[in-house]
């Protein structure tokens, strides 16, 4: 099964030194089991079978508790490295892509496919130790009468049939709510998102809880219940076939003549003993079905993880260049579809250079195509033609995450991390706490060991915090998208007239997107886009440089 093989990718040795463990376990089980047939058919004298009774009695769960502890280890140990690895490689999914599917999709995968592969791994200690002890009962029956247990795997192949059946219809419905979980967790974010709008309206908040969120739930919750129906159903099924052996063994076995008692005992002893194992082994069914639909899942991102683990020394970011001559774009192009539009919406062909301290404004109408401009000069977004060069040589597949370390941007729908990461050095706190000095934020937030004391503030007080981490950031280019959409007239001065020359006077190049035309005076260069392209580029010169408090 995948769950098992993504088990043995992980195990490095161990899942082999388990499996052994519970083949040991189930041997000794078998011969358990012969021994005492044959003590209770009086073939062999109590007495001489003393010691070795004894001596089973403790291998069985010796090598069975070995068994189940290597195999938990290892199952802990791998949801562990599937939940660091899946945060890593999702990382390296591009950005359109994880856009397309949504946050609700990404947070259902991340919790509910991840604990569903968590919870199939936990099952694989007891499925191993289980198999391999009605693997070794098997063998003995083999051992009693092979004509016998060719029966007896006729009525279990009857069995099995009758159970994979049902199986195959309940895997749908599994499926089915998986799908239902993307919608629930789509509408238990509107809930959080849409407070304000729901308890101001009460006719719409009757009809999300009643036509979105409980329909949704119900339907995820019936999807559920017909799949754990028809796997009882299924698995009970697959014990009645058991029974029927028992039965034919006490009462259709002694009447076809040949077979010994002690034959009869040890297949009636041995079956019985096998009830249990085959029950965990069909019981846990649903749990690996959901466990495959979960890496189903996460494969569907985009999302590989059937290769090689990432090499964490090599997935360490590049550091920023210190120095450089030139960026350009050469015929950039990139097709998307925007919110609300039936046709395909094309950017560019955008040719654009920039050269180390400069101040470039870029405006345009909403839609007009300069968010995406932005994502696609940072190498977040690729581009479907063109190349984007850095001082003369083009940043290649290979070379875009170590492109991306030369920017420190505030996206217009930025996070906020409360611990400055990544950003960890002795003055760390001094130089925030200057930044908050002159962002005017003193007073409200204060630095210490690296953590914002609280992020718990108003949009543009918010926006503040993010230019914060993008000044810590010391980077060679600066983004700014829509930064002052959100600041009171006092701020956007501080912001155009003292903020942005003083990055200009550090060497620092700085691209803006705004809609304040009353600065556009101030920027050396102002890009306007009309409909994805270029419609100019006009050189305008700064005349004043106000510093700002900074680490020079």
């Known amino acids: 099964m995948r769950i098992i093989k993504f088990l043995l990718r992980f195990s490095k040795g161990t899942a082999g030194l388990a499996i052994a463990a519970g083949a040991i376990s189930g041997a000794s089980s078998a011969v358990l089991l012969a021994l005492v047939s044959a003590l209770l058919t009086g073939r062999v004298a109590p007495a001489a079978r003393l010691w070795t009774f004894a001596a089973l009695c403790l291998l069985v769960p010796a090598s069975r508790i070995a068994s189940e502890l290597l195999l938990a280890h290892l199952g802990q140990g791998t949801i562990l490295k599937l939940r660091g690895e899946l945060s ?76 994979q059946l049902p199986a195959i219809r309940a895997m749908a419905f599994i499926r089915k709510a998986r799908g239902l979980h993307d919608e629930l967790y789509r509408h238990l974010r509107a809930l959080t998102d849409g407070l304000k709008e729901l308890k101001m309206h009460g006719r719409r908040r009757e009809a999300f809880f009643s036509r979105d969120l409980l329909a949704t739930a119900a339907d995820f919750r019936d999807a559920n219940e017909t799949a754990i129906r028809i796997y009882t159903f299924a698995a009970n099924w697959g014990q009645l076939v058991l029974f029927a052996v028992i039965g034919w063994l006490l009462f259709g076995m002694p009447g076809a003549g040949g077979v010994e008692r002690s034959v009869v005992v040890g297949y009636t002893l041995t079956l019985l003993f096998l ?27 985009g999302v590989d993880l059937s290769g090689d683990a990432l090499d964490p020394v090599r997935d360490l970011e590049a550091p920023p260049r210190r120095s450089w001559r030139r960026l350009e774009l050469s015929g950039i192009t990139h097709t998307y579809r925007r919110e609300g539009d039936d046709m395909d919406f094309v950017l560019g062909p955008i040719d654009l250079a920039l050269v180390p301290g ?99 503030l108003s949009q543009g007080q918010r ?90």
């Not at 397309?100 to 259902?108: D, F, I, K, S, V």
């Not at 029956?141 to 049939?161: D, E, Q």
Request: aromatic share 8%; with cysteine; charged share 25%.
């Open 88 to 163: 890593r490689r999702l990382l390296s999914v591009p950005l359109r892509r994880l856009e397309e599917l949504g946050p609700h999709r990404l947070l259902a995968v991340l919790s509910e496919d991840v604990a569903s592969v968590g919870n199939a791994v936990a099952q694989v200690p007891g499925i191993c130790v289980n198999a391999a002890i009605t693997l070794g009962g098997l063998v003995y029956l083999g051992l009693l009468s092979w004509r016998s247990l060719a029966v007896a795997l006729a009525f279990v192949a009857v069995g099995v049939a009758g159970y």
């Open 358 to 456: 400069e101040l470039v404004f870029v405006a345009g109408a909403n839609g007009s195509g300069k968010t995406t401009l932005v994502k696609l000069l940072v190498g977040l977004y690729l581009p479907d033609r063109g190349e984007i060069r850095l001082d003369g040589k083009p940043v290649d597949e290979e070379g875009r995450d170590a492109f991306r370390q030369n920017f420190a941007v505030v996206f217009s729908d930025f996070h906020l991390f409360q611990n400055l990461l990544g950003l960890e050095r002795p003055e760390l706190d001094a130089e925030a706490r200057g930044y908050l000095a002159a962002l005017h934020l003193q007073n409200k937030v204060r630095v210490e060991e690296g953590r914002l004391s609280t992020t718990e």
């Open 463 to 552: 926006k503040r915090l993010a230019l914060l981490t993008a000044f810590l950031e010391d980077r060679p280019i600066y983004v700014f998208d829509e930064w002052a959409a959100d600041q009171d007239p006092m701020f956007k001065e501080i912001f155009y007239r003292q903020l942005l020359p003083a990055l200009k006077a550090r060497g620092k190049t700085a691209l803006v997107v705004t809609h304040d035309d009353r600065y556009y005076d101030l920027c050396d260069r102002l890009v306007k886009l009309e409909d994805g392209r270029i419609a100019s580029d006009t050189w305008i010169r700064a005349d004043e440089v106000v510093p700002l408090r900074a680490r020079d």
């Open 275 to 301: 009830i249990n194992p085959i029950s965990f082994i069909l019981t846990t069914a649903p749990v690996f079905s959901r466990g495959n639909v979960g890496l189903d899942r996460v494969e569907r991102l």
